[in-house]
């Protein structure tokens, strides 16, 4: 009697695993569409433009110290002494310049990790929130480069998450 309920088992557990519900989500698709994403791209196209500004600003101060220079380096009335000076200061302006590009990269990365991160938790609870309603084992993204196959039983649940976002 033993033996056959553990037979029972074993041929039940297959079954049950392959009974579960397994869904797919096009993050990237419902990440865009979210009007959150939309207000943390306007933020961030609003710091781009200021960090442009203010390197053209530096880059035409450069340009007028590079052109003042020139004015001077063929004249043999100036000292030797102050044209070695401009060109020192040509050269802490640019490394100024560059630093300051370096700078604002990485704040404009920063800003956008943090500016994103609510997003994706709002998306993340969406995603779980689908998941239990609909009693899914497992929701993947979807994502055509990775996915090696895909079977018919294997719901497409962006539309949910979507509707859960209030997007449409």
């Known amino acids: 009697m033993f033996k056959k309920l553990i037979l029972a088992v074993l041929l039940a557990l297959p079954m049950t695993a ?14 865009t569409l979210m009007p959150e994403t939309k ?3 306007t933020k961030l196209d609003d710091a781009t433009k200021q960090y442009e500004t203010a390197f053209q600003a530096l ?18 009335t100036v000292l030797d002494t102050i044209k070695e000076r ?20 990485q704040d404009l990365a920063r ?20 998941g239990k309603e609909g009693n899914f084992s497992l929701i993947l993204p979807k994502n055509p480069e990775l996915t090696l196959y895909c079977g018919s039983d294997v719901t497409d649940v962006t539309p949910l ?7 449409k």
């Open 86 to 105: 401009r060109i020192q200061e040509i050269q802490e302006r640019q490394q100024n310049a560059e630093k300051f590009r370096a700078t604002a990269q």
């Open 18 to 31: 392959f009974a579960q519900k397994l869904g797919t989500v096009e993050i990237e698709t419902v990440f």
């Open 59 to 76: 880059t035409e101060e450069l340009d007028k110290l590079f052109k003042d220079y020139q004015t001077i380096a063929n004249d043999n």
């Open 111 to 130: 800003q956008q990790q943090q500016l994103s991160a609510p997003i994706f938790q709002k998306l993340n609870e969406a995603i779980a929130s689908v």
């Open 39 to 41: 207000e943390m791209q």
């Open 161 to 167: 998450v979507k509707a859960k976002l209030g997007i």
